[in-house]
């Protein structure tokens, strides 16, 4: 399954997108009711500092699911992403475990 990639305010980084496929590629690989992934990169200047987001959308077993976060760094709004949207599948899992 590939993984669509946005940016908002932001150059294209094919860094960014490399982090995202180590993180998000196992997880994936580790539910496979995962139909779709998009993931947004966002820099929004506010009055006092940049807010660095990390987006993602994933369709999972006919249910949409979203975890966006606001980070120091882009690097570090991946990694926070990344765990949310495990967090996630995993409860949609054990739910599909008790039915």
Do not use: W
């Not at 995962?34 to 369709?59: M, S, T, Y």
């Not at 996630?88 to 008790?98: A, D, F, G, M, P």
């Amino acid at each position: 399954m590939d993984i669509r990639y946005e940016y908002v305010n932001i150059t294209q980084n094919n860094y960014f997108e490399y982090l995202m496929s180590e993180k998000l590629g196992p997880i994936i690989r580790k539910y496979p009711f995962v139909d779709g992934a998009k993931v947004f990169f966002k820099v929004e200047n506010n009055a006092d500092h940049l807010d660095n987001i990390c987006e993602i959308k994933i369709i999972a077993n006919n249910e949409n699911l979203t975890a966006a976060n606001n980070q120091e760094s882009i690097e570090m709004a991946i990694n926070k992403s990344a765990k949310d949207i495990e967090t996630q599948l995993e409860h949609i899992k054990s739910q599909l475990k008790l039915n």
